[in-house]
């Protein structure tokens, strides 16, 4: 989940909880409560160092013209690829199943829009221009499912080949690509640095839009058997430093909003991984591979697997168990999204419109969690009711606190009503509503869901037109009329402080929930309408209730 959405949800709903509590209830009850402090292990930090950057990898050098332009296709049960001999580079990827191309041709991100997986011989060819990603590459057709590119180069004296051969199978969601470097000369090669890098691709699938939040591309590694994810953008990103970071690492690879490509190392592990944050467009990742000297005649050669697809965890452990956190699913909150993506699922087959499903859904958690509510509800209406009585014990009591305090509890409970009631119903649907928005936000299931009229898209804000770069949502200016509508009904004749965060409270929700996926704006609404429909009976059924004095 997107961290920084994920904080400021859970601050607005802290927000309307302590407002439930402090101004829902007629006086702030003093109370004593054993203090919890929770204690957050960090991890142990890795050292991370500047690298020093060569001056130049001009021992390496590019022998003359290579092959000529050509392309071939594969085509799997999973998806449709297509190969390109300029920069031995997959130049489109469809995913069969759901007819969606990753490959997005040029863009602000990558100027090539291509996935070349490029062989760096040296660390300053990974942060500058040049090597082998621009040049046409020999190809050669070895069978249906397997392609070779290689390229011929000078290393000082000494001439060198480079291979990167492509293998596909009709069975897996994944295929596998090997770098072979061979040494054709008669003196001992030692590269620029003594290590070779990798790196996947500067961009990954549709609807990237670096000025928002949710749609940017992260760099992600697994290192030391920890999942890391470096995220950057939005509209105070700005540049950064190169930096080093040592350690085994597993695999690497980029994240956007649905899709993954990952590099998983075959029978060996990276040293260390560079990160290049000098563009506000993100991060560009390379895993370091040590080499020795390659001897006259011999060669050396790394193999990896190739993973490119949406964040489908049970896709990722076929690939292999280490990929699994690559799926981003914070691990408290993974059962219930796994449940309420099963059950908006399962609605969807009777009615065939995620906007529906997410409307019944609503109504099947509000009947679940009714017997609560309607006690809840009850108690915070016969508490209202009470006021009159609590001031009375103030005044007769200001100068005897402890007095005065148990005259007030005697009177709740007289009454049976508890003060802290009406927070447990929000309580309650809180993990419902983050499992909701790590859905939408992650899961490609609800992507390009639309609902009806001018929602075409449940994972995306219902913008309905712009003006000067300024998005125009409806969905969001709706639930804040009806979270106004269910509070004031909540609170009944609210004065003073009260009447201000009556006010402030739905003008606060319009701010967080702005840009929010209009699915999760949705099913807040759903519940707010619910909830009127429900304080209107019990508004009706409250007022033949007789309320004993203290």
């Given at each position: ?166 293998t596909f199978s009709d069975k897996n969601d994944y295929f596998k690509l090997s770098f072979r ?180 859904f609503s109504l099947i958690t509000k009947i679940i969690l009714l017997p609560l509510t309607m ?176």
């Amino acid at each position: 989940m997107e961290k920084r959405a994920v904080v400021a949800i859970a601050l607005s709903l802290a927000v309307w909880l302590i407002w439930s509590y402090f101004f829902l209830k007629p006086t702030p009850q003093k109370q004593e409560s054993p203090s919890q402090e929770t204690r957050i292990e960090e991890k142990a930090k890795v050292p991370e160092k500047k690298p020093e950057i060569p001056a130049a990898a001009a021992a390496l050098s590019v022998q003359g013209t290579q092959g000529r332009l050509e392309s071939f296709t594969i085509s799997t049960a999973k998806y449709k690829a297509v190969l390109s001999s300029k920069g031995a580079a997959v130049s489109s990827f469809v995913l069969k199943d759901r007819n969606i191309e990753l490959v997005v041709g040029e863009n602000q991100f990558n100027a090539r829009g291509v996935f070349d997986f490029p062989l760096h011989l040296s660390e300053a060819e990974f942060l500058g221009k040049g090597g082998l990603d621009d040049i046409i590459w020999n190809a050669e057709k070895i069978s249906e499912f397997q392609y070779r590119f290689s390229a011929n180069l000078t290393a000082g004296r000494s001439p060198l080949r480079v291979e990167k051969t492509y293998t596909f199978s009709d069975k897996n969601d994944y295929f596998k690509l090997s770098f072979r470097i061979l040494n054709q000369g008669q003196e001992e090669i030692n590269l620029p640095g003594r290590s070779i890098i990798v790196s996947p691709s500067d961009f990954l699938g549709p609807h990237m839009d670096f000025n928002n939040s949710y749609n940017l591309l992260s760099g992600i590694y697994f290192m030391n058997n920890s999942f890391e994810k470096l995220e950057k953008g939005g509209l105070f990103s700005q540049g950064g430093d190169v930096k080093t970071k040592e350690g085994a690492t597993q695999w690497i690879g980029v994240m956007s909003r649905y899709f993954l490509l990952i590099m998983l190392p075959e029978d060996f592990s990276g040293t260390s991984v560079i990160t290049d944050n000098r563009k506000v467009s993100g991060y560009r990742t390379g895993l370091a591979i040590p080499v020795e000297a390659i001897k006259p005649g011999k060669d050396l050669t790394k193999s990896f697997k190739i993973y490119i697809g949406p964040k489908d965890k049970e896709v990722l452990r076929a690939v292999d168990e280490k990929l699994i956190d690559a799926a981003d699913v914070s691990k408290w909150i993974e059962p219930i999204r796994d449940f309420l993506l099963w059950s908006l699922t399962k609605i969807n087959m009777l009615f065939g419109n995620f906007g529906w499903s997410l409307v019944v859904f609503s109504l099947i958690t509000k009947i679940i969690l009714l017997p609560l509510t309607m006690r809840s509800t009850e108690s915070m209406k016969k508490l209202q009711a009470l006021n009159p009585q609590i001031t009375e014990i103030r005044a007769k009591f200001k100068d005897k606190p402890d007095q005065m305090n148990k005259k007030i509890m005697a009177l709740y409970k007289q009454n049976k009503v508890n003060p802290l009631s009406g927070c447990l119903p929000l309580l309650l649907q809180m993990p419902f509503f983050f499992a909701l928005y790590s859905a939408l936000i992650n899961s490609i299931d609800l992507w390009q869901a639309p609902f009806v009229l001018w929602i075409k898209d449940l994972s995306l804000p219902d913008t309905i037109f712009t003006v000067m770069d300024f998005n125009v949502n409806v969905l969001p200016i709706i639930m804040t009329g009806t979270t106004y509508l269910q509070q004031k009904m909540s609170t009944g004749e609210a004065t003073g402080q009260q009447q201000k965060m009556l006010m402030f409270m739905p003008l606060f929700f319009i701010v967080i929930f702005w840009n929010m996926p209009s699915g999760l704006v949705l099913y807040w609404i759903m519940q707010n309408v619910l909830q009127i429909l429900h304080q209107l009976y019990i508004n009706r059924k409250s007022n033949g209730t007789a309320l004993q004095k203290a």
